[in-house]
């Protein structure tokens, strides 16, 4: 089925920008929402950002909102996460998610998952 292969984590400067992408292995359904969720260690799973293939409609998690701008092109099946001004506690794997879903935060509604990327941002 879908396949998603995220790439452009790293180690990066507190202050400095990162510009994540997710490439899915074939055309996505019209009616899938893509999501960015990351996780630190000891820390559950949190939405960090969605954006839906129809519209572009896009919803941030107050914590990286003016700081991180999600987008998609549709021709290379793509998804990225720009992010910009990062702090220490930005550090996490992060990963991309596909489905059809309801709520941009319900890490459950969606079907497909990366398998991440780390981001680590020092001091």
């Known amino acids: 089925q879908v396949q998603l292969v995220e790439s452009g984590g790293g180690l990066v400067q507190a202050g400095g920008s990162l510009r994540l992408s997710c490439a899915a292995s074939?055309?996505?359904?019209?009616?899938?929402?893509m999501g960015w969720f990351r996780q630190a260690p000891g820390k559950e799973r949190e939405f960090v950002a969605g954006?839906?293939?129809?519209?572009?409609?896009?919803y941030y998690s107050d914590s990286v909102k003016g700081r991180f701008t999600i987008s998609r092109d549709s021709a290379k099946n793509t998804v990225y996460l720009q992010m910009n001004s990062l702090k220490p506690e930005d550090t996490a794997v992060y990963y991309c998610?596909?489905?059809?879903?309801?709520?941009?935060?319900?890490?459950?509604?969606?079907?497909?998952w990366g398998q991440g990327t780390q981001v680590t941002v020092s001091l």
């Open positions: 998610a596909a489905g059809s879903v309801y709520y941009f935060t319900a890490s459950r509604e969606y079907d497909y």
């Open positions: 074939e055309r996505t359904l019209s009616r899938f929402t």
């Open positions: 954006i839906t293939w129809n519209g572009g409609r896009t």
